[in-house]
């Protein structure tokens, strides 16, 4: 399956999901992409785990107070690396990137684009990691038929 076709049945299937599915799906992709953050944290000596924990058992309490969300939001941008700076941190601006999405599921529960953000950063992750660990350059066309990458889209559009 090529990415267009995948990001198509993503949508349709966001748009199946109930807000708790959503909900319940991303905080479950966040919590697998923490380590990554956490790995970057203490490797450049930046950012604050705790943020991404917070802001995840936040969304877990099932409050939905709009002023507490926007200042998880707030302190999420405060820790996130900035691509130009951190060249490493790719895995970590994508752990980054799902909980802030997960937030927004919560702020704006009717609109799936935001679990679709989720999803995204985690298959981003994978494909990512597919390639550094790759010896050498692959194809678009070897990288989509990755066992790894067909686990990650199997996962993400699973009923």
Do not use: W
């Not at 802030?100 to 679990?115: G, I, K, R, S, T």
């Not at 985690?122 to 597919?130: G, K, N, R």
């Not at 050498?136 to 009923?159: T, Y």
């Amino acid at each position: 399956m090529n990415f267009i076709d995948f990001e198509k049945k993503l949508n349709q299937r966001a748009a199946q999901l109930s807000y708790e599915e959503r909900i319940a799906q991303g905080t479950n992709i966040c919590k697998g992409l923490f380590p990554y953050y956490k790995e970057f944290a203490n490797e450049a000596s930046f950012g604050n785990p705790d943020v991404l924990l917070d802001s995840i058992r936040f969304v877990e309490s099932g409050e939905q107070d709009v002023d507490q969300i926007y200042e998880f939001l707030d302190n999420l941008e405060e820790v996130c690396p900035d691509a130009e700076e951190y060249e490493e941190g790719e895995y970590a601006l994508n752990a980054c990137g799902a909980v802030n999405a997960l937030l927004l599921q919560v702020a704006e529960p009717d609109e799936p684009e935001h679990f679709v953000e989720v999803a995204l950063s985690y298959y981003e992750t994978i494909e990512a990691t597919i390639q550094d660990d790759a010896e050498e350059d692959m194809s678009d066309e070897e990288l989509e038929m990755h066992p790894m990458l067909a686990e990650a889209r199997r996962f993400l559009l699973a009923s």
